[in-house]
């Protein structure tokens, strides 16, 4: 057999001088395009020849570093979603940190797969679900796990959940051997992940009960204790109330103390999604807000919101470690722990549903260990002061009518100069928004709130400052003013 290397190809850099050069340029340019977005506009639609660029063929040959990187600062950089801008304020995410862009690289030249082993990697995964555990008043006893976001972290809780309520070896039997039909119980306002998650669970979506939520859109709790009493007459089996601290719509906290004690007298499961507000916890002056949530047999966190870790990043926390274990465990033959070696530790995937993870806890951990916990905490105070600002803002402006109360960062609003009915303010909000948006302005969502449309504004974002929200307003009215002599025309 001839030796040789000719015929031995590797994927690292042939030159590293060269490469390691453009390296430290793309960097620093990266450095600089998060240093001037306030500079920029939030969001510019994409002009034809960046989006044919996108039907390029399979690259069948090799195109050097520096070219693609020219490619990206053309196609991809000006074209963000916007949400590391300082004014957008749609859906719910957080900003973003160049300090977490970093964690991501160097998570992926350390390289390590986080379904577990014997080396440092693991340590700091558990180490970062213990500081989340230590944070939400978690018991020590408690597990977690690192996910890609509140929608899985809530899987992992309500899956945890149904297998214990069940009354059968779910894992074993399957959904079909389930004695009596389960229930879980969560508010008219409870996010749509959770549809999917009994739909998944094999449930169907009709074991999801959506209790009706009251004027605060918080879940009513005597139709809570009604609707339970009526599906154990039925022959149903209540398993599992889902308390939301901080909905989606309208950041609405669920009355947790008192849902954890009817879980308690009722013996349901008690599980908090608190993809929004469980960070609140950290906040000095708001964390009354969501006290009681250190009680929940099982809690989602959203790490790519609040804590502005770059996606994805979430976690789930579950009371009882063994419930957890019991839920996720499996012991495949090609993946035995051992006494020493490389092997000699417990697999963190037994917490969830993959098997390889990627590193996400080192983002994390560089965030909490440059900040520190208590500057997270602050900032959440000051998004929830600056949607109390915006909120007065609303109320000082005669043309805008708050929509639901401000419990939190998320206010919902809409502009109505009067005189309009529901189709005619749908239209004018929405065209508001959009033209917000397509100016590259601000960017803020709408919802439905107690079947009336709105606009919302979700302030997650540590690049805020009050001026922006003193444009934002300033530029809605202008804009609103602006459509609303043509809405009278019929012109939109
Ligand atoms: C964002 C959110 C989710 C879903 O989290 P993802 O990270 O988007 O999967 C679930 N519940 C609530 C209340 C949320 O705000």
């Known amino acids: 057999m001839q030796k040789g ?3 031995q190809e590797t994927l690292d850099p042939s030159d590293w001088t060269t490469t390691l050069a453009l390296a430290h340029r ?3 340019e990266a450095g600089c ?3 001037d977005v306030r500079d920029r506009p939030l969001w510019q639609a994409m002009p034809d020849a960046v989006r044919r660029s996108y039907d390029a063929p399979l690259p069948w040959d090799p195109a050097s570093l520096a070219e693609i990187w020219k490619d990206l600062r053309a196609n991809l950089m000006p074209y963000p979603m916007g949400n590391i801008h300082p004014r957008f304020f749609m859906w719910y995410m957080g900003a973003g940190t160049f300090t977490g862009a970093l964690g991501e690289f160097l ?17 700091m995964d558990a180490q970062v679900t213990g500081w989340m555990r230590q944070m939400m008043g978690f018991p020590e006893s408690a597990s977690g796990t690192l996910v890609d976001g509140g929608s899985k972290a809530n899987i992992i809780g309500l899956t945890v959940a149904r297998n214990v309520m069940a009354g059968v070896d779910v894992r074993e039997e399957g959904v079909a051997a389930i004695p009596q039909p389960l229930r879980f119980y969560a508010s008219d306002q409870v996010h749509s992940c959770h549809q999917k998650a009994v739909e998944l669970l094999g449930l169907g979506n009709r074991a999801l009960v959506r209790v009706q939520s009251d004027d605060a859109c918080r879940m009513d709790l005597s139709a809570l204790a009604m609707a339970i009493a009526n599906d154990r007459a039925a022959g149903a089996k209540p398993a599992c109330v889902i308390a939301t601290a901080g909905t989606t719509n309208t950041g609405a906290i669920d009355d947790l103390p008192r849902i954890r004690d009817l879980c308690r007298r009722e013996g349901l499961w008690f599980h908090v999604d608190g993809c929004i507000g469980a960070l609140v916890t950290i906040a000095p002056r708001h ?3 969501v006290a009681g949530i250190e009680s929940a047999d099982s809690l989602a966190l959203d790490l790519h919101k609040w804590l502005h870790a770059p996606f994805e990043a979430g976690l789930a926390l579950v009371r009882d470690r063994a419930q957890h274990l019991a839920s996720f465990a499996v012991h495949p033959e090609y993946l035995e722990e051992k006494p020493r070696g490389i092997a000699a530790a417990e697999y963190l995937y037994n917490y969830g549903l993959q ?12 965030l909490l260990k440059e900040h520190g916990s208590t500057k997270f905490g602050r900032l959440i105070d000051q998004n929830i002061e600056q949607a109390l600002y915006f909120t007065d803002l609303v109320g000082a402006e005669p043309s805008l009518t708050l929509m639901a109360p401000t419990a939190l960062n998320i206010v919902c609003f809409r502009y109505d100069p009067g005189g309009l009915d529901e189709a005619d303010l749908r239209i004018l909000n929405n065209e508001i928004m959009l033209r917000l948006q397509e100016a590259g302005i601000a960017a803020l969502s709408d919802t439905t709130v107690k079947g009336r449309h709105c606009l ?3 302030i997650c974002n540590h690049r805020t400052r009050r001026e922006d929200l003193d444009l934002t307003a300033r530029e809605l009215v202008r804009i609103g003013d602006e459509c609303g002599a043509d809405i009278s025309h019929d012109a939109l």
Do not use: C, Q
């Open 456 to 458: 919302r504004m979700a």
């Open 26 to 28: 793309m960097v620093d």
């Open 355 to 366: 098997t390889s993870r990627g590193f996400r806890a080192l983002k994390i951990w560089m």
């Open 5 to 7: 290397n000719d015929a």
């Open 33 to 35: 395009h998060l240093r």
């Open 287 to 289: 964390r009354y807000l």
């Open 107 to 123: 998570a992926a030249v350390e390289g390590s797969n986080l379904g577990g082993g014997n080396n440092a990697a693991p340590l």
